[in-house]
T-cell receptor, first 114, second 114 residues
Framework: DAGITQSPRHKVTETGTPVTLRCHQTENHRYMYWYRQDPGHGLRLIHY???????DKGEVSDGYSVSRSKTEDFLLTLESATSSQTSVYFCAIRDSGTGPYEQYFGPGTRLTVT | AQSVTQLGSHVSVSEGALVLLRCNYSSSVPPYLFWYVQYPNQGLQLLLK??????LVKGINGFEAEFKKSETSFHLTKPSAHMSDAAEYFC????????????FGSGTRLQVQP
């Protein structure tokens, strides 16, 4: 298994509070991604990173921010959590290059916003 | 922009029967295509990938998929279902350069009846 961990694995928080999810990899891969999984939608890209301090938005980035200060860590922050952000969040990593390198996924974080 | 359509959100088969999970994609350039499997409360695991080297791709656990450009399809099959195949399956596409993020279908939940 790829060395990807996510923390916390489960979190319940109240509307309006800030939340930070952490993704940690031991593979030294350049690319890191945050997706959210919701029933009927598959996984949708929130943000991604293509290097330290290099990040960009995905299709569902509103209400989320990210940071990557080290190769191994990619943080996802919900500045002010809303009920619509209740979801399962997955981190993924991919090696660099132009080939069809597959992405490897972490175990996920289940977030409930009450 | 690329997209993926998975026909059938739920598929039920008997143990030993053929498994067929459908995936159609839309892309203006040659795509890379993937099938992932997700077991309950786990992350996504790569089953197989299409990289243009061969149209028939064999993956893990006895699964295979055939790329048909004329039909823009990449259906997943397994000759004989096993109880352990019960899971959710996602088709995904990746195109272009740069971020190489995956665009996922909405998923198909496979149920295997004894």
């Amino acid at each position: 298994d790829a060395g990807i961990t996510q923390s916390p694995r489960h979190k319940v928080t109240e509307t309006g509070t800030p939340v930070t999810l952490r993704c940690h990899q031991t593979e030294n891969h350049r690319y890191m991604y945050w997706y959210r999984q919701d029933p009927g939608h598959g996984l949708r890209l929130i943000h991604y990173s293509y290097g330290v301090k290099d990040t960009d938005k995905g299709e569902v980035s509103d209400g989320y921010s990210v940071s990557r200060s080290k190769t191994e860590d990619f943080l996802l922050t919900l500045e002010s959590a809303t009920s619509s952000q209740t979801s399962v969040y997955f981190c993924a990593i991919r090696d660099s290059g132009t080939g069809p390198y597959e992405q490897y996924f972490g175990p996920g974080t289940r977030l409930t916003v009450t | 922009a690329q997209s993926v359509t998975q026909l059938g959100s739920h598929v039920s088969v008997s143990e030993g029967a053929l498994v067929l999970l459908r995936c159609n994609y839309s892309s203006s350039v040659p795509p890379y295509l993937f099938w992932y499997v997700q077991y309950p409360n786990q992350g996504l695991q790569l089953l197989l990938k299409y990289t243009s080297a061969a149209t028939l791709v064999k993956g893990i656990n006895g699964f295979e998929a055939e790329f048909k450009k004329s039909e823009t399809s990449f259906h997943l099959t397994k000759p004989s279902a096993h109880m352990s195949d019960a899971a959710e399956y996602f088709c995904a596409v990746s195109v272009g350069t740069g971020r190489r993020a995956l665009t996922f279908g909405s998923g198909t939940r496979l149920q295997v009846q004894p």
